[in-house]
Nanobody
Framework: QVQLVESGGGLVHSGGSLRLSCVASGTDFSILDLGWYRQAPGKQREWVTDITRGGRTNYAGSVEGRFTISRDNNKNTVYLQMNNLNAEDTAVYYC???????????WGQGTQVTVSS
């Protein structure tokens, strides 16, 4: 019932920036907890960052200080601002949404981010 559509991926040079967007539909956006995950070739999916209904944020140590998650409830959109990208950030990035208590979760289709050296 919840659909997530991501955009903003692409190819950037090391040290560059990208902003990913994820638009949600199908429910009251304001009640959702939101997050970003990524999966690099040959690796398991890993958690990157999340933001709660109240706007509290958390970051993985590998991206803290470089990435910023934010949400705009009026636009039903969650963003991931990625700065100072490096080759280790190359992955498919997925948007995730969850109801309170994570009783139900949904995933976007993913968007490719490639950082060249």
């Amino acid at each position: 019932q919840v659909q997530l559509v991501e955009s903003g991926g692409g190819l950037v040079h090391s040290g560059g920036s990208l902003r990913l967007s994820c638009v949600a539909s199908g429910t009251d956006f304001s009640i959702l907890d939101l997050g970003w995950y990524r999966q690099a070739p040959g690796k398991q999916r890993e958690w990157v960052t999340d933001i709660t209904r109240g706007g509290r944020t958390n970051y993985a140590g590998s991206v803290e200080g470089r990435f910023t998650i934010s949400r705009d409830n009026n636009k039903n959109t969650v963003y991931l601002q990625m700065n100072n990208l490096n080759a280790e950030d190359t992955a498919v990035y997925y948007c995730n949404a969850a109801l309170p208590g994570r009783v139900m979760t949904w995933w976007g289709q993913g968007t490719q981010v490639t950082v060249s050296s």
